[in-house]
């Protein structure tokens, strides 16, 4: 999988503004849903043309559309136009290469998210970039499209009207679903916390060749995870500290609950990445270890048998004249010879600890 | 021991302010304990149900209600629901995989810390964690309970009316509480430094494959505790800053002091950290050194035996016309020529320092 | 290639301000293009001779003077002269040995850049200094003239007035220039970052001698990119402050996107060479694995045949009385015995999990 | 020696400013001696009851007290009570385990430093806690009396009348004891960088098993110093910055003076740390060559040997059939063929550079 | 040589602004060169008697004392007493031992640099100490005298009246001559870099055990040479802020474009030494890389001949019953039988990618 080699360099030189869809088609049409509500009313429809959310525009009530793929630049270039969405910001959304940013562009706030969860086969970690604009009483938000609609809880919240989600404005929205992203990243990292103090423990007791890969699959990994989720605690800073007029006082709170909650998450990666470069110096050692062990055994071995097999060597000489070989006793002298060499040099070795 | 992956991402997508348990139920029924006093007075209580010290609220006596035993959801509510507690707090008092932190809400100052203490077998070193909250007049205090009721020797010291306590307002027992917790840091970390002390002689006098193991558990234990008291700093740095009208400026010294302690405190795990990767080197480069030692062992043996096996093969071959053989000194001589291979190798060794 | 070696030294202890050219001459007569437009007019012309340039000066249209080749040190004097440029500017100017920088000059600012491309074999990553001055109405780009003229797809969206380009002043064209050769950093990243992921794979499957070389050689290439980019943050953050008055307002979101581009960048220098450490690493660990293969190898087979060979030499020997030699079933007891002693050594290393 | 584990967990729950003594108790009596002085008085004093002193509080003289060992709690708690000194600071020069520090307390300003010296067999480096007291009209000294009374030459300086330490006040006096204290690091660091540069050119010339041993020491000993010293610039730092009354603009210079020195003292700590770890890394590498010096010595003989002795057995075998056994130059003819393996063996290595 | 072991310390608990020379006396007399100028007049002579120079006190002129060699502690402290140097700065310049620093003292600007060239024998980069004092209208230079005078291209410029500096003040030449000292450290680096670049290319074609210490000795010389430039950015940049009334508005720009050059070669010794790492990284693991082809080596002639060996000596034994010796065909079928075995184990190794 190439994760770090999206081809962004197509737009060099390109006019800044011009609307390029870099990533991949994950779905075939967009799906757009628009749920607009107050603390009474809530109309939600999937809407067919973008044009039909226009009339929502002036209404007093929050609208949340959301889209699902983003690879139809048509569709985005008319929502933008709409509304006043500047294309900085709409190439912005089109480029999945992005890290998490936030922009204040006085009428709306833009802010680039990623979403984290496994691929279909649960081996790589795979990101999904999420775009929200969020304006006066408007949410859009915008998906990639790879794991599908996540936010069918937050729709369940709006209709069943739990919490307090209805009574507030279009900021609580975009809180809402910021924080259901943040929380995600809880599931992932709880996944990987269990299989990384799995590997502790496998390390301890029974470091494979198998175990390096591991190590280094989880290195990446973090790796990733750090790169989706460092610039973030950044962006959740500067939305909690309500420069905009968009974001009101009541929601403040909520916002730095999100914020502790980020730097738990970005606490726990960098610890699980200290976890992991202890571990790999404990393969390390417990590799040196073995080495030691395997060259103690052939050393004793062969420290042992040399000199022995030396003596029978020199009395399977052919000289004529070796006065030894007539003995009577020879024989049994030589066995008692040798069996004396090996227990000197066991001794040895028992004496440097070796055995 | 899974101790970082609590079960925490089950809460994505909720409401916030959710009242949901995350961590161990450790005791059956939460105990809750109430001192209520001034400079005279002194009431302590043991309640059976929460709404008894209700009453409390708008008396001008310090109120110190302590909490064993977190599970009980339905208990905390109904506190906080009588001292307007915001439901954010709670959810955190509940949720014991927080890190240390300071939530400043106005009418009251929300604390999260984490108590040290080794486990029952006195292994491994667990948190539990402790949540304050400081009032205008009233400290409440939520401990997990694992470790039983650490807040004995406080009591005491308000019974025995010692030092200036009972003197002194909530904010005084809010740190007295804090200086407590912090103290014990040092029992847990002079367990720790001894040990590291007496693996650092280990590894210099006797380094073992068993060495390994102890290096990876301090490391751990060093990086679990960081985690627990890092972020302590400044959550003290903003108790003593007094940005709160709850701190008293009598108070402000205090605070200081314990500010310098976990300073110290954290300097103390950076140095054992330190410690242990200089130990770590050391560790590794003996094992080079050992390495050594076996192969110049095996070396010295091969290259002395080799030749002199090979001289006596020479003499063991079977050819018809083999002068030598006949010869009267031919045995003596190939002996004296073995002797000789055999100081010049070790002659060799010598002057190479092998030996 | 000598990159970290230009003959700077020969400047010392002369007065500043002597322009004396510092690099390689790559182009043999400096090519100068002129554009000059506003909104409705164009002009575009070769220059022959550099005064030709002078009368366009006070026009209030956006000039843009382009030179190809900086070895000229006279036409860049007259220049300076013309358009009062400050000598410690030329000086910069003729130096190839600069970093990224910006200087602040009141009537100007100057920007000092690093273009990247690969050299002409592909193998390494060059970098060519381009100098912009950015006055009132005017932008002068200095090129050492490597990679010949890379501008053609900006003066295209000029004359084909694409874009918002022929609507904005001298400061949008200098940041089209900065945006153009930022964005090419992708281009270069995005084919590092193949080789990369490509060598990651490398060492997983099949580790080779060479790979380390090609670890080698990618960390130099990072070395070298990260010295060209890192300064780049601070130049554009000072630009997009807009503390001269020569940036206009509307430019500012342009220059903020460039900077959103510049940190991205550096993020993926840094991951890369995160990456880069991290395949070492593996590396290694698999050398020792390796290692560790290849002596057990040797130990088992000298474990087994040690002993045995030894027997052999035993029952070679020419003693007259061996009474062993004389039975029957002398020579397939010992076999047998051989047998034995072999199996019990695969058992040995079968129990030792070495098999 | 147990260097990070002093006893301090036994205070915890304790009232704050319960005076306890951490340490070990070194002299049998508390020495105090007492210089009174100014301009043109001077009265030096031993004293045998802490009471004598308290008249002098008064007088516009400088009064300075110093006090070798400071087990005797009920003195300086006397003392304290006198001169209006916190129970938090009579806490703090007690407890031996303070990392250098400054409060500042109003009416006087708090200090704690650390001395270095060796212990007795100059093996270790030990530290000596100093606490000074610097008030209006008066310094407090506190020694834990380890190497005895080192302040003799600066009272020397104050009875000879030298230099400008009687034309000043307390902050000068105060400064001369930190000066001294400063400078006295450089004795440390000199020898500790005498014995570094003689572990480097030992690791070149001829690396030992005990090298390592010797550099582990040094670790430790830097460690251990940097812990003393790096707190010391902020403490040197505050007192120049002469936010408090005590210190005279006249005395800032000398501060500022102090300070540079603490920062080179800093600054060769840190080199002698990294000339550590490179020394360290020198000889693991060292290792390395070593250990392929001897294997190359073990394979070169092996290979060597193993084809002769193999020839060898080939011609010792007993078939009743070898034609070669009878050939009248079988022997000769071998004994060339061996000649001719070796030999290529030989050019074998030579060729790869092995010898 | 001792470059970190100045004998500092025996001016602990000396008066401050006691003089005394620390370090090495390099001339044997004081050489005392006087250039009095201003745009129009000149005057330049070699001085005898310190006193010469006091009448130029007074006289707007500019005024550069140069002294090379400090060891006269006398003509020092005459020199200061006449243009009011503080004896703390007359101190500071007698100690060879300091780091750059700036100290601004109202009346004049004292700074200290180092500058950097090889030692006689061209191996060891040393630092010679040079002070300056920047009065209102005269500048005083203390080199140690260890290169000799190397200020003598600037005084050709000032004879020569070239550049500017004939028109600009005391501050102008200060800056003068700091630039000079900095571009001097280009051509330091330049050496060092292309010896660099060398034992990188060495690295790859051809690994020595020499190759370890050159890469030792390159640390060393990093480390040092960072030691001395290091402070020197803060030192500029203070100069460069012109927070003192001694520095014109003119000579800003200048100072800033030392500060440029300052900032790239602090870069250039941040981007050797990692250039260094990543070399011994390369290093050691080639170590590792010829290990394991020593061990193939020796793996596979001992795996190959061993069994042979084996069969030989099975068939050497003297058992009176082993049919095998009486058949005819039994030589040339157990020499098939270890050609088997032997091609058995070679295609073993083929499999295995050994070979």
């Given at each position: 999988m190439k994760r770090y080699t999206k081809k962004r360099s197509k737009k060099a030189w390109m006019s800044p503004g011009t609307l390029v869809h870099i990533g991949e088609?994950?779905?075939d049409i967009t799906g757009v849903t628009v749920i607009d509500y107050n603390e009474t009313e809530l109309r939600e429809e999937t809407l067919h043309?973008?044009?039909?959310?226009?009339?929502?525009?002036?209404?007093?009530t929050v609208t949340w559309i959301n889209l699902e793929g983003i690879h139809d630049v048509q569709l985005i270039e008319k929502l933008g136009a709409c509304y006043e969405i500047h294309p900085l910001t709409l190439e912005d959304i089109l480029n999945?290469?992005?890290?998490?940013k936030i922009d204040d562009m006085e009428n709306y706030i833009f802010i680039v998210l990623k979403m984290l969860h496994y691929n279909n086969n649960g081996t790589d970690i795979v990101s999904e970039q999420v775009s929200l604009i969020l304006g006066n009483n408007f949410v859009f938000s915008f998906q990639e499209g790879i794991k599908g609609d996540v936010f069918e809880p937050l729709r369940q919240r709006i209709r069943g009207n739990k919490g307090k989600i209805r009574k507030m404005g279009a900021d609580y929205l975009a809180y809402a679903i910021v924080d259901g992203i943040v929380d995600n990243y809880f599931a992932v990292l709880e996944k990987l916390g269990e299989q990384i103090e799995l590997l502790e423990e496998e390390i301890v007791t029974n470091p494979q060749p198998e175990t390096l890969q591991k190590i280094h699959y989880f290195k990446r990994e973090m790796l990733y995870i750090r790169r989706c989720i460092w610039p973030l605690r950044e962006v959740i800073a500067a939305l909690a500290?309500?420069?905009?007029?968009?974001?009101k006082e009541s929601t403040e709170i909520y916002l730095r609950d999100v914020y502790d909650h980020v730097v738990q998450i970005i606490d726990t990666v960098e610890t699980f990445r200290e976890m992991l470069s202890s571990i790999l110096d404990i393969y390390l050692s417990s590799l040196s270890n073995r080495m030691n062990q395997v060259m103690k055994v052939l050393t004793i071995i062969a420290t042992i048998f040399m000199p022995l097999t030396f003596l029978a060597g020199v009395y399977g000489?052919?000289?004529?004249?070796?006065?030894e070989l007539e003995w009577q006793w020879g024989y049994p002298l030589i066995l008692t010879l040798m069996l004396l060499v090996g227990c000197i040099m066991l001794l040895f070795f028992k004496n440097r600890k070796w055995l």
């Open positions: 088609k994950t779905v043309k973008i044009e039909e959310c226009f009339l929502l525009k002036d209404r007093p999945t290469d992005q890290h998490p500290k309500r420069e905009s007029a968009l974001i000489m052919n000289f004529k004249y070796m006065p």
